[in-house]
């Protein structure tokens, strides 16, 4: 996936459009190029050398299908160094992201390359064999899952407690006298802006918000605008403006806050990070992508948590893994605690065994359930310390 220059605007990057044409960038703006991995030297010497500048039209005019092409048998060549790989569409899919439905066709096979953006030159005779065996209608087909991953019920059972709805912030109460501390739950995406239900409303947000407000906490879930890639800047106002709702709300402790980062939503994390507020007690983030795809084009972005860790100082952080996690993802946690590690920022790691991204309404084991309570009353334990 690359992203038009109005997307890099969204996001808070910058364009390198010329004119009626977007300019290929610079080999010091690699992120803009999607993974170069594979390439050699030389190879990405000619890639520069030889890149044209491309229309700004195929970039942002909508194509209008006619649906004559819908017959015709379709495969996706996924580079796994570029972020995209045949697991992490079937997880999406395991998600309920509608906009994968449509490739849960029988005429529609995948294929893995381990490589990155430019298979063309750094893996040909891999790619020609692959493009055979396309022709050939070889390839995996996707399936359906029965119901989607996040509409499971929550792995653990907490007691109902009062919600209040304002705007797009739900605030679950506990029974308690004076202002309380707050856990604010950052959902991840992207996640499309029709998806029913919303994330505040889903079993998983719900459990923890309830479970946080069950141990004197006040839990809240936020719906933030996490629609497409190039969100995060609008999605990061939703959180900052849900921050502030809540810290000015009578019944919370405006000093005693922590947030809490999930998947995609992990990103969101950096601003925090890199200059903790003093009222900012913790910050969690559980399965969290926590560097940008090769294939995102964040090319300067701010949402860099592994590079933002580095000025947290003492900020506590919670960072809960699964070990069945997508390698994509995976590689952008190591990232983030060999960077903490080497600042020495106080990282406390939780593991979940056998345990997939978004465990908590598809993994209901008792590691899961140890993992999900070791978390929260880590997180608790901060906001109360």
Avoid at 135 to 151: D, F, Q, S, T, V
Avoid at 203 to 231: E, K, N
Avoid at 259 to 282: H, K, N, Q
Avoid at 365 to 372: D, G, H
Wanted: aromatic share 6%; charged share 20%; proline share 10%.
């Amino acid at each position: 996936m690359t992203l038009a220059p109005s997307t890099r605007k969204r996001s808070g990057e910058g364009s390198t459009s010329v004119g009626n044409f977007f300019a290929p960038p610079a080999l010091d703006e690699p992120e803009l190029w999607g993974s170069l991995a594979g390439l050699t030297e030389e190879a990405q010497a000619r890639l520069v050398r030889l890149a044209a500048p491309q229309p700004l039209g195929a970039l942002t005019q909508p194509l209008r299908l006619s649906g004559a092409a819908a017959g015709v048998p379709t495969s996706g060549i996924l580079c796994t160094a570029n972020g995209l790989s045949i697991a992490l569409v079937e997880t999406l899919l395991r998600m309920g992201d509608p906009r994968l439905q449509a490739l849960v066709d029988p005429r529609v096979g995948f294929f893995d390359l381990d490589t990155g953006h430019w298979p063309m030159l750094s893996a040909p005779d891999e790619l020609a064999d692959v493009l055979l065996r396309a022709a050939a209608g070889e390839g995996h087909r996707l399936a359906a899952p029965e119901r989607p991953g996040y509409l499971g019920p929550f792995l653990l059972e907490v007691p109902e407690r009062p919600r209040e709805r304002v705007g797009r912030v739900d605030l679950f109460l506990p029974d308690a006298d004076g202002p309380r501390p707050a856990a604010l739950f950052v959902h991840g995406g992207p996640i499309p802006p029709d998806a029913q239900p919303t994330p505040r409303d889903r079993p998983a947000f719900v459990g923890y918000g309830r479970y946080a407000a069950s141990l004197g906490v006040v839990g809240v879930a936020v719906d933030h605008r996490l629609h497409d890639i190039g969100d995060y800047g609008q999605a990061a106002g939703d959180v900052a403006a849900a921050v502030e709702l809540v810290r000015a709300d009578p019944r919370v402790d405006a000093d005693r806050v922590a947030l809490w980062f999930f998947s995609g939503g992990g990103l969101l994390s950096a601003e925090w990070l890199s200059a903790p507020p003093p009222w900012l007690r913790c910050v969690a983030a559980t399965y969290p992508v926590l560097a940008p795809m090769p294939n995102w084009g964040f090319a300067g972005s701010r949402f860099r948590p592994a590079a933002a860790v580095s000025t947290a100082g003492d900020l506590p952080i919670v960072v809960t893994r699964v070990e069945l996690e997508l390698a994509e993802i995976a590689g952008t946690i190591e990232e983030f605690l060999t960077a903490a590690k080497d600042c020495k920022a106080d990282v406390e790691v939780i593991d979940v065994p056998l345990g997939h991204h978004g465990f908590e309404t598809v993994d209901h084991t008792e590691p899961a359930r140890q993992a999900v309570e070791r978390a929260v009353r880590s997180v608790l334990g901060h906001l109360r310390g």
